[in-house]
């Protein structure tokens, strides 16, 4: 077996691909999710490829204010980071949202690519601003 260089994940390099997922478009989910991601929301968990994925992303500037507060980060192996986040934003018609919200990125060969990806909304008005 042959040493390999741990590739140490870059935390703000992982958040702005993560931001450009709530406002990127198709293109962009296509560039920076995975062959295949695992997606779990409250009416929708399973495994869907690139295409599909890209495919839930046909409205650009879906969300905006966008406020992201990093909740921790693990690097179980040299080529896989786990991130988990509080984000706030408003979607576009007006309506507030708030979500705990963890994704799984692969290193690949052309970077870091999202392969795994859960949202847990929270009550806007019973949980309030988080510190």
């Known amino acids: 077996m042959t040493a390999t260089k741990p590739i140490m994940a870059n935390k703000q390099e992982l958040?702005?691909?993560?931001?450009?997922?709530?406002?990127g478009d198709s293109a962009y989910y296509e560039a920076n999710?995975?062959?295949?991601?695992?997606?779990?929301?409250?009416?929708?968990?399973?495994?869907?490829?690139?295409?599909e994925l890209a495919a839930t992303a046909s409205k650009p500037n879906r969300w905006r204010d966008l406020d992201i507060k990093l909740k921790g980060m693990v690097e179980p192996g040299s080529d896989i980071v786990m991130l988990t986040y509080e984000a706030r934003a408003t979607r576009e018609?007006?309506?507030?949202?708030?979500?705990?919200?963890?994704?799984?990125?692969?290193?690949r060969a052309d970077g870091w690519k999202m392969m795994f990806h859960a949202q847990t909304p929270m009550d806007t008005a019973r949980d309030g601003p988080q510190g």
């Open 93 to 107: 018609n007006g309506e507030s949202y708030a979500a705990l919200v963890s994704t799984g990125y692969v290193h």
């Open 33 to 51: 999710a995975d062959v295949e991601c695992l997606v779990a929301f409250p009416h929708m968990a399973k495994a869907m490829t690139n295409s």
């Open 15 to 23: 958040l702005d691909i993560e931001k450009g997922f709530w406002t």
